[in-house]
């Protein structure tokens, strides 16, 4: 407890020596929450996004009341647009705090993102298999019609169904 004090003492005081105060606790006590915690928070000031998703889902796992830690994967997790991970955490911290109504509002929008999220990926999902299928039928012209914007700046119509075929029918 004193390294995972210290580790949070130094953390608040900006230094960089908190890692190490924290990896000391971490080796007395492998499971600390509050030294994986604090871990994660040092990664995420890093710019090291997935390796703090990491110490605090290992914070959560030691102590299911790590709300600091669910702070820092419900936020992150949002951020980076990953709305069913965030949703699961959320619930996860409603479980803890049942009657915190800005978790659960939270928890809702989150639900919503996800909602939104899943739909516009059926949606890609379903315009990918067209275009699959129109390059399975050989139908070249019209996968560049059916491409974004950005692939046909980058390729004329005439190029890319003359390299397309040039690439698949050998393949057969």
Known sequence: NAWNGLGWALQNQGKKEATGAFKECLVLEPKNAGALNGMGWISKG?????EAIMWWQKSVQADQNSTAALRGLTTTLMARGQYHHAAVCYA???????????????LDDA????????????????AANKWLALLDESKYAETWDESAGVFRKGHTKEKWTATIKGIRNPLG
């Open 46 to 50: 890093l710019g090291n996004e997935d």
């Open 92 to 106: 996860a911290w409603v479980k803890v705090d049942p009657g915190n109504r800005k978790i659960k509002a939270e």
């Open 111 to 126: 639900m919503a993102k996800a909602k939104v999220s899943l739909a516009e990926t059926k949606k890609a999902l379903i």
